[in-house]
């Protein structure tokens, strides 16, 4: 760890073996606490490189649990959070919206950190208990189409880095893991991002994986597809700025999105939206983020009008529904 703090104070770049062996050692309690706080602490004011970041993913999926799961191509829908605009379950929302257009769906979350209602935690509001057994996590892919990855029960490496991050004064590196440590490895992954220097860094990183990516930022700062006004998306095939009139849709203000002040009033919003009785921009941007999703799956084949018909056809057919109580039935 000396060797790799010297490197650092000489403004030099780290090896993904380098990061990977770092992350490996931290599990083992193999360096004194300070300076892991001086390694975090270094990275973070220098800023991350794609093969450094990398070299963490590779370490904190070899020291997790993997989930192999049965089923050659599905997708995970997840934003990078911290935009701090309190929205409701936009991803999670979009992702049963996927499944109940019948399509895989490996959903990788946590408990929220700066909003009211993380991924987990509308999961869990349901009485969905979160497992790690994968003939269970098979069986639900299998039946619904979707299963729910709950972080703490597979990235073991997080639990020794966790005071230290709680301890620091500002956001580090590790924020930037949670999207691409999918224990089960998926496929394909739409991202939702904050600002586009994101963008660029997760985009280097999924090409380097080698997987088939969405990658959306709202340009007024938020991680998903808000139609509050332009977003960008990024893909295997374009680059491309899109404006909510594009899609057929109008602008939404921003207090439609709100996912409310308790977990109930963001558990109301992801079911109303399910069960097609909410407010029209809460169903149209779920619409939008979902149709990505699907386009991404699609290997880019579909236009995304043809994508936003099939996600609006899991919403008004009542399947996104039905599928997501037959969800709660396996895993309640």
Known sequence: MKEILSKLLNHEELTREETKNVLVGITQSA???????????ALQMRGITVDELLGFRDGILETGVPVPLDCDRYIDVVGTGGDRKNTFNISTTSCFVIAGAGY??????????????GASNVIAHHGIQFTSDLDQLNRCLDECGIVYLHAQLFARAMKFVGPIRKALPFPTFFNLLGPIVNPSQPQCQLLG????????????????????????????????????????????????????QDLGFSIIKPEELVAGATEDEAARIFDAVLQDCALPGQKEVVLANAAFGIQVLEHGQKTIEECIAIARESIESGRAWQNFRHFVTLNS
Not at 214 to 237: A, C, H, R, W
């Open 31 to 41: 360096y004194p606490v300070e300076q892991v706080t001086a390694l975090i602490t």
């Open 193 to 244: 991002v904050a600002n586009l220097d994101q963008m660029r860094l997760y985009s280097n990183v999924y090409q380097k994986i080698g997987i088939d990516y969405g990658i959306v930022n709202s340009i007024d700062g938020y991680d998903e597809i808000s139609l509050t006004g332009d977003f960008k998306v990024t893909t295997n095939q374009y680059e491309r700025i899109f404006h909510p």
């Open 104 to 117: 895989k769906v490996a959903k990788h979350g946590n408990y929220a950190a700066t909003s009211t209602s």
